[in-house]
């Protein structure tokens, strides 16, 4: 039989920092937040920046194009090239993550009191996946009918923002996946940010939807399609993830999107207290700041519209 310790590294466990009762070190902030950027690839891939205020700007610098002049022997015509500055404003969101854990629990459990550890181990995880599904997601403006509001109106998500501010590629109405929609969503991109950095963000049902469209096209029409084509269409690689929902598609580098954290992490746990006395259980909450950001919105586009794949 699996214990707990298997289950759990069979699930993809990270270690995390010791439970503790108050604020963490920067070190310790700084090692907690790695492990949530850990937990998922497109966490993996984005820009973090960690900055010790809630809120405040972030540089922006560059070197812009056709810097370059002719020389003249001997001669300083006073022309100097100047790199190009700008600013992005962040506002980071106090969430929380709380959870309870009885003693009787841990005094029956196969690992004892280390399985304090592998539920906290698990919910610095649960962070890294709730924080890319808001990084994607997140809208201030969600109803309040909806579902999931108390989960969505903490933040606005890159998918609002680049649906707001990008450059939007409409299929509403298409009775299939084409070829076409990912031409015209490159082709909305100014050149110089189609670099080779550029990736499609789609979900897993999406890509294989995707790969499936290409195959009834060779078994129907016969004919060969090139093999990258599956995963790189437009000589583009996609990147798989799973918050986006089916009826999108992303084109962006990875790299131009932010998660913004403070280092005002805290893992507070409460065993003493005449709560956790009477009711026989130890109580934790992880608290942080995050705020998701785009740098350059003209770099971006979106697929909207999109249609569910018609299996026969």
Known sequence: MNTNRQIVNKAGTIETSVVTSGLLQPFQAKKFLQQTFDATPLMQAIRHVTRAEKSGEIDKIGIGKRKLRAKVENVDDGYRAKPEFGSIHYETKAVRLPWEI??????????????????????????????????????????????????????????????????????????????????????????????????????PTRAQQWELFLLNKVINNGGVVPEELYKSPVAIPSMQVPGLSNDVIILCEPLNIINVNTYAVKIRKDAASKDAIMQDKRFYVIHFDFDALVEELDATAIITGLPDYEMD
């Open 102 to 203: 009885t003693e009787e629990t841990i005094r029956q459990n196969i690992e004892g009191e280390n399985f304090e550890k592998i539920v906290t181990d698990l919910m610095t995880r649960q962070v890294g996946v709730d924080t890319e599904d808001l990084l994607i997601n997140g809208d201030e403006d969600t109803p309040n009918t909806d579902p999931d509001y108390d989960f969505l109106k903490l933040n606005d998500g890159i998918k609002k923002i680049i649906t707001n501010g990008g450059h939007i590629v409409d299929v509403t109405g298409a009775q299939d996946m084409e070829m076409e929609m990912f031409y015209k969503a490159v082709a909305a991109i100014p050149n110089r940010f189609n670099n080779g950095r550029l990736r499609w963000l789609m979900s």
